[in-house]
């Protein structure tokens, strides 16, 4: 039996981590407005999450039940690390969007299926 209570907090608690790696990583970014380099990170991260709530739904089924939330959380943080050195070489917002969506299939859902439906 799981409780929403648990779900709930993991789920927040990894997004706080993600909000401060975002924080951390800043630094090693090109110069861009401060805004504008939060705006991207919380795109990528929301990209993850999605292309996990869609895809790993789809492929799972109910075998994971309500650990669903707070592993799109987790593919919002693995997406938004994955970008970090796209990000870092000067790619633009779309090259970096596009980047995360396709990491997010081809690596963060079948791991995270294999990972976390056993």
């Not at 929403?4 to 800043?26: D, E, K, L, M, N």
């Not at 299939?105 to 056993?118: D, I, K, N, R």
């Amino acid at each position: 039996m799981e409780s929403w209570g648990i779900i709930t907090a993991s789920a927040i608690a990894v997004a706080v981590v993600t909000a401060s790696i975002a924080v951390v990583y800043r630094r090693m970014l090109p110069a861009s407005a401060w805004s504008r380099s939060a705006l991207l990170s919380v795109a990528v991260a929301a990209i993850g999450a999605v292309v996990w709530g869609v895809l790993g739904s789809l492929a799972a089924g109910d075998i994971l039940g309500m650990r669903v939330v707070p592993i799109a959380a987790l593919g919002g943080l693995a997406a938004f690390i994955a970008t970090v050195a796209v990000r870092a070489t000067g790619a633009g917002p779309a090259r970096t969007l596009i980047f995360a969506a396709l990491w997010s299939a081809v690596v963060f859902v079948p791991t995270a299926l294999l990972a976390f439906s056993g």
